[in-house]
């Protein structure tokens, strides 16, 4: 299919038949909806306090200046200063266009339709800078809003229009929008586009906003049904595609549903699509829509990494994401589409948005109940394989204890940070994720994407080749063998891959017992040389003799230093999230003498919520070719062991050891008994075991299994 534009001459528009709804608005909203959102705004004062934000924002947008094509033109990156324009066709389509079918104001209409005519004035839709690219583009992420914003302006104001304005506009929307994005994106005779070529999450905005802007012309341009196919078949294969070995792609999603760009990422590809999708089922309203498999757990997905505070919520923010994201909209968006799940009333209640905060017009269409805010019946802990991602929480309350891991893919948005992980408690962040900043500042790529600025191992001073992040990594990270059971949290990390460079083994275990977090890193390299173990961190870093104490609000937590006792400490400058001119501080503990294998055993103590609560004690344990600490507690004391022997230096024999009177050849192994003093095995009331095939203690045998296994159990007389 050659470039064209849109037919210059009015079309003969065939009998359409009742396929399809005519009556227009009929995107987002018609007649019968705006009646019944009158009604709603007489009776609900909450929606009509809302409302009144909404109308003054409304009254801002008649006195906004429309921005020239020559001032669009002109600005840093590829995209100049096209976000602005982009971004104001779609805040005057949806404001102005309901505000004025809800009050009928002629000014709401005339400064909408006058906005439509400027922008359907432009000679494209896209940024100059991609004009320059080989092969040129003809669209991108703002040509994906002005489709929206001219679809959805076009078809409120559809019954005002002249049909002079209306060829007009809609012979710019078909030209620099629909076409344009069709043609870089989906049509065979055209496409430069795969489904990995531009980030997961544009192919799903680019396309999706085409089809907002295809159904708008339903009814004017014969072309829009072969059109809608093309989008549609494109968006099934986008929701299923598998990823890429050759070019070291990631999947876009996980068999269990999350995103692995960001949670930011996946809610902006999700919401577009959504947002289509409403549309097409308005339009359509006799057509079943699709299944796609990560639409029934995308919810789910959001309410794991979202963090339920008194304070102020979170979620988690790997990647180019934020820790202060709202995603109720999208939610509310499934909810509208058909697709519900047990905690989206609960994500929504948590996540309540000030009501001095405008609405979106979006929000006064939704109709569908929400379902009631019960606290979502998921498990405590859960792991992505697929992304390499993990969290586990001690509580869904609010102002729980949350870690979440990532260990996996490093492209594009998903940064050079293979083992590393964050910390939530107390309802504040406290260790955390440097998180990102502008893409056109240099401190992106120069610190944000690397990993100097994540919780990592540094081997003389080096991560991951920056090169991962154009390129892909070709060896991601990998999260395996979580367990939740009995009152042990277990998760083991091979981070070795993203850093192959220097690394032989790279692995971080973390294991959560006991009211203690221990981090335990077992790693061998090519050469001699120094680790540096890093800890970001949010509020304030006291040193103790044991390590450093953090402390942000309420929130606090001890960091212990258990082995080695005495690294080096180097206070290093890091930089803010989302705030690259605010420098902030971070600790690297460096090991003092060059090594190729080194143990780091690290035990994070959350101090307890309530005053008075006990905090566990911690002493460091060595037993021939074994590492351990002791976690003592008024009621009960723990052991753990890293049995050296199961590193990998033994070549065809097992890793047999015995670990303070107990055989075993697990790698990890930890008991749980009454008192420090009670050494008879049938005062132990629980086993931990990691990659262990038995477990024996004077002839008697406790575990037997002839493939090694990661377990908890409680003993049994």
């Not at 008192?675 to 024996?696: E, N």
Request: proline share 6%; glycine share 6%.
């Amino acid at each position: 299919m050659k470039r064209r534009d849109f037919l210059a001459a009015p079309l003969a528009i065939p009998a359409l038949g009742n396929s399809w709804v005519t009556a227009r608005p009929r995107l987002f909203y018609n007649r019968a909806r705006i009646q019944a959102l009158r009604a709603r705004l007489q009776r609900d004062t909450s929606l009509a306090a809302g409302w009144r934000l909404f109308l003054q924002h409304a009254d801002q947008l008649l006195a906004a200046e429309l921005i020239s094509e020559a001032d669009a033109q002109h600005g840093p990156g590829d995209d100049a200063n096209f976000g602005k324009p982009s971004q104001q066709v779609v805040d005057m389509a949806f404001t102005l266009g309901l505000a004025y079918h809800v009050t009928q104001r002629e000014p709401y209409a005339a400064r909408l339709r006058e906005a439509l005519l400027h922008y359907a004035a432009y000679s494209s839709w896209h940024g100059p800078g991609f004009s320059k690219r080989v092969p040129p583009w003809h669209s991108e992420l703002n040509t994906a809003r002005f489709c929206v914003g001219m679809g959805a302006g076009y078809d409120a104001l559809y019954s005002t229009l002249s049909s002079l304005d209306r060829h007009t506009i809609t012979a710019a929307i078909a030209r620099m929008g629909i076409l344009a994005t069709l043609e870089d994106w989906l049509e065979p005779e055209t496409r430069i586009h795969a489904l990995d070529s531009m980030g997961h999450n544009w192919w799903a905005v680019c396309v999706s906003s085409a089809g907002v802007a295809a159904l708008s012309l339903l009814g004017d341009d014969p072309r829009v049904p072969q059109w809608l196919d093309r989008i549609n078949e494109g968006i099934a294969q986008w929701f299923s595609y598998r990823g890429n070995v050759l070019q070291n792609k990631s999947p876009t999603f996980d068999s269990a549903g999350a995103f692995y760009e960001s949670v930011g990422y996946a809610n902006y590809a999700i919401f577009e699509y959504l947002r289509f999708r409403l549309a097409h089922t308005n339009v359509f309203p006799g057509r079943k829509q699709p299944d796609f498999a990560p639409l029934d757990k995308i919810c789910e997905f959001f309410c794991q990494t979202f963090y339920p505070s008194s304070i102020a919520p979170l979620t988690v923010n790997f990647g180019d994401s934020s820790l202060h994201l709202q995603l109720s909209l999208t939610i509310r968006l499934l909810i509208e589409n058909g697709i519900t799940h047990s905690g989206a009333g609960w994500y929504i209640e948590k996540s309540k948005r000030s009501a001095f905060l405008t609405p979106q017009a979006l929000e006064f269409l939704f109709h569908k109940p929400v379902p009631e805010p019960r606290r979502p019946p998921l498990p405590e802990s859960i792991l992505y394989s697929d992304i390499g991602w993990a969290i586990l929480r001690d509580s869904w309350k609010d102002d729980a204890t949350m870690l979440a891991v990532k260990s996996g893919f490093t492209w594009n948005h998903a940064h050079a940070d293979a083992g590393s992980f964050v910390l939530f408690h107390a309802g504040m962040p406290l260790l955390i994720d440097s998180g990102t900043c502008g893409y056109g500042n240099p401190e992106y790529t120069r610190y944000y994407v690397q990993s100097a600025a994540h919780n990592v191992i540094l081997f003389n001073g080096q991560g991951e080749p920056a090169e991962d992040h154009y390129r892909g990594v070709k060896f991601p990270g990998k999260l395996h063998s979580l367990i939740d059971d009995l009152g042990v949290k277990y998760l083991f990390a091979d981070a070795t891959g993203p850093m192959a460079q220097n690394f032989i083994r790279n692995y971080r275990h973390w294991l959560w017992l006991d009211g203690v977090i221990l981090i335990i890193d077992d790693l061998l390299t090519y050469k001699e040389g120094t680790f540096d173990w890093l800890l970001h961190y949010a509020g304030i870093a006291a040193p103790q003799s044991y390590g450093v104490r953090i402390t942000n609000g309420v929130a606090c937590a001890d960091v212990h230093f258990i082995y080695p006792e005495t690294p080096d400490v180097h206070q290093e400058q890091g930089l803010a999230e989302h705030r690259p001119e605010t420098i902030i501080p971070y600790f690297a503990f460096r090991t003092r003498r060059p090594a190729r294998v080194q143990k780091f055993i690290i035990a994070i103590v959350p101090h307890p919520r309530q005053p008075g609560d006990e905090i566990p004690s911690l002493q460091l344990l060595q037993g021939s070719d074994a590492l351990g600490i002791r976690i003592q507690r008024a009621k009960s004391v723990t052991d753990v062991y890293l049995n050296l022997q199961a590193d990998g230096r033994r070549m065809h024999v097992n890793s047999n050891n015995t670990i303070a009177g107990w055989e075993t050849d697990a790698y990890l192994l930890a008991w749980t008994r009454p008192t420090a003093d009670s050494d008879d095995p049938a005062a132990v009331i629980r086993f931990f075991v990691a990659c262990g095939s038995y477990l024996r203690r004077s002839g008697k045998v406790y575990l037997d299994s002839l493939s090694k296994r990661s377990l908890a159990w409680l003993l049994r007389a």
